[in-house]
């Protein structure tokens, strides 16, 4: 597995993963560790899909956790061994063939959580189905953020909804009333 071909923030996302791991004073490294990472990552892109299937990411974190929590822990000198579970190596595998369908050049965390969609059993899979959550809802949750973007270079996530980071809808604002009317104020407006 080349982890040259994944994006900055996948690769971020796979050393919080490792990072969890040691925080659970676990071994394996399994997709709900990789699943959390990609939900905490604020400012990343798992967050903005979620936000967009309206569920809130800190309840799926809070999920997650409890579900960490409940696993086997390893005190002493044998945490510093990590393993990768096979279903790891599947889900990253099957990122992969995700970001080649798509046509991408590079595997970012919208791939990951494509394939973690993928997942029929484990409680990632539990996870899934209890918010409703399928991989027809990501994609088109991702087709609204992305649009027709490609993921070209390693940095391709900080491009996405660049306009709704720099810009403001007024479109939206006047649909929700936001905005002051200007009909009847050219006096005003002329100042």
Same mark, same amino acid.
């Given at each position: 597995?080349?982890?040259?071909?994944?994006? @900055?923030?996948?690769?971020?996302?796979?050393?919080?993963?490792?990072?969890?791991?040691?925080?659970? !004073?676990? /071994?394996?490294?399994?997709?709900?560790?990789?699943?959390?990472?990609?939900?905490?990552?604020?400012?990343?892109?798992?967050?903005?899909?979620?936000?967009?299937?309206?569920?809130?990411?800190? $309840?799926? /974190?809070?999920?997650?956790?409890?579900?960490? %929590?409940?696993?086997?822990?390893?005190?002493?000198?044998? $945490? #510093?061994?990590?393993?990768?579970?096979?279903?790891?190596?599947?889900?990253?595998?099957? #990122?992969?063939?995700?970001?080649? =369908?798509?046509?991408?050049?590079?595997?970012?965390?919208?791939?990951?959580?494509?394939?973690?969609?993928?997942?029929?059993?484990?409680?990632?899979?539990?996870?899934?189905? %209890?918010?409703?959550?399928?991989?027809?809802?990501?994609?088109?949750?991702? /087709?609204?953020? =992305?649009? $027709? @973007?490609?993921?070209?270079?390693?940095?391709?996530?900080?491009?996405?909804?660049?306009?709704?980071?720099?810009?403001?809808?007024? $479109? #939206?604002?006047?649909?929700?009333?936001?905005?002051?009317?200007?009909?009847? =104020?050219? !006096?005003?407006?002329? =100042?």
């Amino acid at each position: 597995m080349r982890y040259d071909k994944f994006t @900055q923030k996948a690769q971020e996302a796979l050393a919080i993963a490792q990072e969890i791991v040691d925080e659970y !004073n676990q /071994q394996e490294l399994d997709t709900e560790h990789i699943f959390l990472a990609l939900v905490r990552q604020e400012d990343g892109l798992v967050p903005k899909i979620l936000k967009r299937l309206d569920i809130m990411p800190d $309840t799926i /974190q809070r999920r997650l956790e409890a579900s960490l %929590e409940m696993r086997p822990k390893v005190y002493g000198g044998a $945490t #510093a061994q990590m393993y990768i579970t096979p279903r790891t190596k599947k889900l990253l595998s099957l #990122a992969q063939v995700e970001a080649q =369908r798509i046509k991408d050049e590079y595997v970012g965390c919208e791939h990951i959580l494509l394939a973690i969609a993928e997942e029929r059993e484990g409680e990632t899979a539990k996870i899934l189905r %209890e918010f409703g959550i399928t991989k027809e809802k990501l994609y088109q949750a991702l /087709q609204v953020i =992305r649009g $027709t @973007q490609r993921v070209t270079d390693q940095d391709a996530e900080s491009k996405y909804m660049v306009l709704e980071r720099f810009a403001r809808d007024i $479109t #939206a604002l006047a649909k929700q009333g936001k905005l002051d009317p200007v009909i009847g =104020r050219d !006096n005003e407006i002329k =100042r």
